[in-house]
């Protein structure tokens, strides 16, 4: 079976910090997205990633950065955290085959900035 | 710009009956489409793939279908049981940056 992990189920943060959210597939998948869900908005694409070291924005990239240093790991970092960055963060791997696609979810990080 | 819409938003049902969710989305060139299944709380299930090519796919008492042209499919659920409660999220990929589009979710509570 496919596993995503996520370093952290629950995090609460202060406005300002900096904050790293940490993603690990073990299925040597080539592809790895992060998310944000909120409520009536859904889930909405912030980065991805297709191979090590590159990246690509999604549709709200504003506020965030990515690094994917190795091929099973995908971090998410918030510069300097604001409170309309709290929000259901989930992280998501698909396997190589262009014609697939599949995507698998981690367990997600509810984040809380005050 | 591809759109999602899971109709309807909440839906709750006794046990025992067979119900279908709706999706639908305004861009029809789809690779494939993806029924997740989420718990509050929780992160997403895959539930079901359907590529562009095939009409329908079916797992144990689920069953999606596809209608590429008309930019529909449905996720029909047998005889469900409370533990068929959750949200139901459809999704498209068109291969355009490689995202998938996701619908807002149906919540569906089946009721004892």
């Known amino acids: 079976d496919v596993k995503v992990t996520q370093s952290s189920r629950y995090l609460v943060k202060r406005t300002g910090e900096k904050v790293f959210l940490e993603c690990v597939q073990d299925?040597?998948?080539?592809?790895m997205f992060w998310y944000r869900q909120d409520p009536g908005l859904g889930l909405r694409l912030i980065y991805f990633?297709?191979?090590?070291?590159?990246?690509e924005k999604g549709d709200i990239p504003e506020g965030y950065s990515v690094s994917r240093e190795k091929k099973e790991r995908f971090s998410l970092i918030l510069e300097s955290a604001s409170t309309n960055q709290t929000s259901m963060y989930l992280c998501?791997?698909?396997?190589?085959?262009?014609?697939?696609?599949?995507?698998?979810f981690g367990p997600g990080t509810r984040l809380t900035v005050t | 710009k591809q759109e999602v819409t899971q109709i309807p938003a909440a839906l709750s049902v006794p046990e025992g009956e067979n119900l279908v969710l709706n999706c639908s989305f305004t861009?029809?060139?789809?690779?494939?489409l993806q029924w997740f299944r989420q718990d509050p709380g929780k992160g997403l299930t895959s539930l079901l793939l359907?590529?562009?090519?095939?009409r329908e796919q079916t797992s144990g008492r689920l069953n999606a279908s596809l209608d590429k042209s008309s930019g529909r499919s449905t996720l029909y659920i047998a005889a469900s049981q409370p533990g068929d409660s959750a949200t139901y999220l459809c999704?498209?990929?068109?291969?355009?940056?490689?995202?998938?589009?996701f619908g807002t979710g149906t919540r569906l509570q089946v009721t004892l």
């Open positions: 299925m040597d998948h080539e592809n």
């Open positions: 990633s297709y191979d090590v070291k590159m990246k």
């Open positions: 861009d029809s060139a789809i690779y494939n």
């Open positions: 999704a498209v990929y068109t291969g355009t940056a490689s995202k998938l589009t």
């Open positions: 998501a791997s698909s396997p190589p085959d262009r014609n697939l696609r599949e995507q698998y």
């Open positions: 359907i590529q562009s090519s095939q």
